[in-house]
C-alpha cells in the first residue's frame, strides 16, 4: 500500500538503460542483467542528470523516512537531516520537472504545516497538467511503459501528501476531496489515500452506513489485500485499522458504545500486541516522500494508523470531565485487559510503546 522508493529508482534506471541501448522491453535476460546491475552497483546506470535525481531521491527517501525517526541523537539526526536536504536541493536543480524534488523539499523547509498545504494547493494543477503532457507526448515503448506508471507516481503521491497534511491541518473537506481525486486517477490507489479519506470522512461526522458505501464504491483496492471470506460476519475481521478507528469514532460519537466496542473487539485481535498500541497511541512522523512502508495486519499498520488517526482521537478534548475518544480507547476494558502486566509497569514508568519492538 506504500510506494518502494529503492525498487522505484530500480525500475526507472533499468528502463532508461533499455531505451539506451535499444534492447526489447521482452528481452528478459537484459532485464534481468541489469536489475543485478542496480543491485551490485547502481552507478554505471546513471548517465543523465534525470536519473542522478531520481537516485538522490531514493537515497533521501531512505534516511529521511526510514532511518533518522529511529536515530536517538538529536545531532546526528540534525546532520542526516541537513545532508538529505542538501541531496533534494541537487536534485531539484539537476531536473526541475522532478515533482517528488520540489515536494519534498519543501515538505523540509516549510516553516508550518498550512504553508506546506498551501504549497501543495498552489502547485496541485500545476503538477497534473505536466503529467498528462508527458502521457501525451510518450512516443516510443519505454515512455509509454513509464506513463503507464512510473510517471504518475509523483501526482499520486502529491495528492496523498495533500490529502494527509490537509486532515493535519483541519481542513477535512480539502482532505477528503484530493483523496477523492487521487482514487478518481487511480482507482487501484498505490498510494493508499482511501485511508486518509476514511479519517477525514470520521472528522466530518459521516455515519458508518457512508463510511461502508465508501469501501463499495472503492473496492478495487480493498479487495486487493482482503482474502475471500464466505460470511460477511468473518469479512469485518479483515478491516484495516483506520477503517475500524473511523467506524469505532462514529459508533462512539452517536453514544452507542455497544458498536464502538464491538468494532474496537476486531481491532484489539487484529495484530499482536495491538492492546498496547490502542493504550499508548504513539505518534509515528509522516513520511515524506509517501506513508511508510509497513506489513498489512501487522503491529506496525496499527501504530502508522494509531498516529494518522491522531485529529480523530482528539475528539472530545478539553470536554469538563476530558472524556476524549483517545481516552475512551486507551482505558476501555477491552483494551486494559489484553495488556501485559509488565507493558502497564513499563507506562507507569513513562517509557514509550514502539510497535515493532515488542
Not at 90 to 96: K, V
Amino acid at each position: 500500500m506504500a510506494f518502494d522508493p529503492i525498487q522505484e529508482d530500480c525500475h526507472r534506471l533499468v528502463l532508461e538503460a533499455l531505451r539506451r541501448d535499444n534492447i526489447p522491453l521482452t528481452d528478459g535476460a537484459a532485464v534481468e542483467r541489469l536489475m543485478e546491475q542496480f543491485t551490485r552497483n547502481p552507478a554505471p546506470l546513471i548517465v543523465h542528470d534525470r536519473d542522478r535525481a531520481g537516485h538522490l531521491i531514493a537515497k533521501v527517501v531512505e534516511a529521511v523516512d526510514y532511518r533518522i525517526p529511529f536515530i536517538p541523537d538529536d545531532t546526528q539526526a540534525e546532520q542526516e537531516e541537513a545532508a538529505a536536504e542538501n541531496m533534494l536541493r541537487e536534485a531539484a536543480a539537476l531536473d526541475p520537472t522532478n515533482w517528488d524534488a520540489q515536494r519534498m523539499l519543501t515538505a523540509l523547509t516549510a516553516n508550518s504545516n498550512e504553508e506546506y498545504v498551501q504549497y501543495l494547493v498552489s502547485k496541485c494543477d500545476e503538477v497534473e497538467h505536466d503529467l498528462a503532457l508527458k502521457i501525451a507526448s510518450a512516443q516510443d515503448p519505454y515512455e509509454r511503459e513509464a506513463a503507464g506508471d512510473l510517471t504518475r507516481r509523483p501526482y499520486l503521491r502529491w495528492l496523498a501528501s495533500l490529502a494527509s497534511r490537509a486532515l493535519i491541518s483541519g481542513r477535512y473537506r480539502m482532505s477528503l476531496e484530493a483523496a477523492n481525486r487521487s482514487l478518481d486517477f487511480a482507482p487501484n490507489d498505490p498510494a493508499g489515500v482511501r485511508h486518509t479519506a476514511m479519517l477525514a470522512m470520521a472528522k466530518l461526522e459521516y455515519p458508518a452506513e457512508e463510511l461502508k458505501r465508501f469501501r463499495s464504491a472503492h473496492s478495487v483496492p480493498y479487495l486487493a489485500n482482503t482474502p475471500l471470506r464466505r460470511r460477511p460476519k468473518d469479512a469485518e475481521r479483515d478491516l484495516d485499522p483506520w477503517t475500524l478507528i473511523a467506524l469505532i469514532s462514529a459508533a462512539w460519537r452517536e453514544l452507542d458504545y455497544e458498536g464502538a466496542e464491538h468494532y474496537l473487539r476486531i481491532l484489539v485481535r487484529s495484530c499482536p500486541h495491538a492492546a498496547e498500541a490502542l493504550y499508548f497511541q504513539t505518534e509515528f512522523p509522516d513520511g515524506v516522500y509517501a506513508r511508510v512502508n509497513v506489513s498489512v495486519g501487522s503491529t506496525d499498520e496499527l501504530v502508522l494508523a494509531l498516529s494518522e488517526a491522531t485529529p480523530v482521537l482528539q475528539e472530545g478534548l478539553g470536554a469538563p470531565d476530558n472524556a476524549s475518544f483517545a481516552a475512551w480507547v486507551a482505558t476501555n476494558d477491552i483494551v486494559r485487559s489484553q495488556i501485559d502486566e509488565r507493558i502497564l509497569r513499563a507506562a507507569e514508568q513513562g517509557l514509550p510503546f514502539k510497535g515493532g519492538d515488542l
